[in-house]
C-alpha cells in the first residue's frame, strides 16, 4: 500500500469540489463540471458564439501557438481549484489531471516535454508548493513522460493578475521568466498551468521558451475565466 492509499485509509478523503466524504472529486462535481466545447478559437481556445468569429488572440499571443483549458472556471471545478491551490490540498493533482489528459485526448499531445508555469521562489516557499507543477508531476506521470532536463524560472516576484485588465496582465509578467538548462534545439514544449484568464503570463514563459532555443510552445489549463 502507498502512502497516498494510506493516508486515504486513515482520512477518508473529501471531494475539493463539495466536501462530501469519499473521493478527492465526486462523481456528481465531475458530472457538473463544464467542459469547453466547440466552437473555440483554434489558437487561444477562446469559447465563440460562432464557429468562424474573429479572435484578436494572434496580436496578444504571438509566442504561444495553441491554449487550451479543460473546462470553466466556476463551481464546483472553481472551489477545488482554491482547495489545491491554497489550502493544501495536493492529493487533488492526480484527479484534476485527469480533465487535462480528457482535454488532451481530443486535442491530442502536442509535446513530450511538459513544462510547469513557475512560481517565485519567495511564493512557493510561502505557498510550500507550486499547483502547477504538481499538475505537470500527475499529467507526466499518467501518459509516462520524463521531467524536462531544466527548469522554467520567475525571475521577478510579480503582482498578482486578480483585478488587472489585460494590458496590466500583460505589462505585469513581461519579461519575468527565464529558463535555466540546455538549448531547447526545436522541441516543441507544452506549458501547464491551473487557470486562464487573458493568457498574459503562459504567452511571456513561451516567449523565455522561444529564447531559450525551443520550438512550438502551446499551453493547457485546468480552467478558464471568461472576461
Known amino acids: 500500500m502507498d502512502l497516498q492509499r494510506l493516508l486515504d485509509w486513515v482520512l477518508p478523503p473529501r471531494c475539493g469540489g463539495c466536501r462530501r466524504l469519499g473521493g478527492w472529486l465526486c462523481p456528481r462535481c465531475l458530472r457538473a463540471i463544464r467542459r469547453l466545447e ?20 494572434r496580436r496578444r499571443m504571438p509566442h504561444l501557438a495553441r491554449l487550451r483549458a479543460a473546462a470553466a472556471y466556476e463551481a464546483p471545478l472553481s472551489a477545488a481549484i482554491h482547495r489545491f491551490k491554497y489550502n493544501g490540498w495536493r492529493a487533488l493533482a492526480r484527479p484534476l489531471a485527469t480533465l487535462l489528459t480528457a482535454r488532451l485526448a481530443v486535442d491530442g499531445l502536442p509535446a513530450s516535454q511538459l513544462v510547469a508555469v513557475p512560481l517565485h521562489n519567495a511564493r512557493q516557499r510561502q505557498r510550500g508548493y507550486n499547483q502547477s507543477e504538481e499538475l505537470a508531476r500527475a499529467l507526466r506521470a499518467r501518459l509516462g513522460l520524463p521531467a524536462p532536463p531544466g527548469r522554467l524560472l520567475r525571475t521577478r516576484d510579480t503582482p498578482p493578475q486578480v483585478g488587472l485588465d489585460r494590458l496590466r496582465r500583460r ?50 489549463t485546468l480552467a478558464r475565466v471568461s472576461l
Open 38 to 57: 466547440e466552437p473555440l478559437c483554434p489558437r487561444c481556445g477562446r469559447q465563440l458564439a460562432f464557429r468562424h468569429d474573429w479572435c484578436s488572440c
Open 171 to 220: 505589462d505585469n509578467v513581461a519579461g519575468a521568466f527565464a529558463w535555466s538548462g540546455p538549448h531547447g534545439g526545436g522541441e516543441p514544449v507544452l506549458l501547464i498551468d491551473d487557470v486562464v484568464t487573458t493568457g498574459a503570463t503562459l504567452e511571456a514563459c513561451a516567449a523565455a521558451l522561444k529564447l531559450a532555443g525551443f520550438g512550438r510552445i502551446s499551453g493547457i
